[in-house]
């Protein structure tokens, strides 16, 4: 029970495909007290339904559109009355257009820039302020990025310059929050086919040709992802901060 009655803020869990989810279902196992925030109201009666079917009742779930100021006011404010401090946060949230998410990487329009830097880098940020104030000493953060950040990858195009800066803003927020013992970390997962990752151009040829050539000879899954969050929201994790660690069995360690 490495996160045994700890209070962890989980941003992105859609539906069951969701690797928010897969997070959510490991800290559920090690008996965590859960806050889901979610965008839609579809959104929270999907996460209603998967935890009815866990049998888990100790949670709490409010609406965090991550553009929107005012909903990490609210959010932060009700999760403070509710539990008074949070031991953790799991950002899992992303979004592109469609149309940016193929062809050249030149064509990308500034609004379609500017969106896919907004919710799925710029939120991370003002997420781990709202988080790190309810924190005491030995809070964590973690987020969840792709290789498409560090080199190129086919079509992942705006998402991948969004990656890059959410890797950034990770070693500079573990510098803030590093004085006060509160970690920053992320998770750079291999391909999984969930909502959010079929808009990638060609996405089953990735995967495809990620099984071929990946050390490991398979996916990744909910389970590996759900254990290194595990570790890095527990104190197994206690001297690591600023790190990216790949879950991709393998993959990223390839030069050809
Ligand atoms: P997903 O579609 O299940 O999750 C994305 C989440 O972002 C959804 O819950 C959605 O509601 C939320 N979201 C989008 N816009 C929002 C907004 N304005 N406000 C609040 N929430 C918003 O897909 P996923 O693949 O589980 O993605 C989760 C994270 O994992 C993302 O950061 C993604 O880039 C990253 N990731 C995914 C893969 C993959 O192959 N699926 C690989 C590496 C990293």
Redesign the pocket.
Known sequence: MLVDNKNIVI?????K??????IANKMIENNANLIF????ER?KISIEKLLEKENYTNYMLVK?????DE?YENAFKMIKEKYGHIDGMV?????AKKEELSGNYFDTSREGYLLSQ???SY?FVKASKHASDLMNEKGQII??????GERVVLNYNV?GV??AS?EASVKYLAHDLGKRNIRVNA???????????KG?GE?SKL?DGFIKKAPMGRLVNHEDLGNTALYLLSDLSSGVTGENIHVDCGYSVLGY
């Open positions: 941003m992105g869990v859609a539906n495909w969701s690797i928010a989810w897969g925030t979610y965008l839609e959104n965090l559109d991550v553009t929107i909903d950002h899992s949230v992303a979004f907004n919710i799925s939120s987020c969840l990025t792709y290789l498409g998402m969004a990656k959410l998770i750079s997962s291999g391909p999984i086919k969930t909502t959010s990752a990638v996405f995967m």
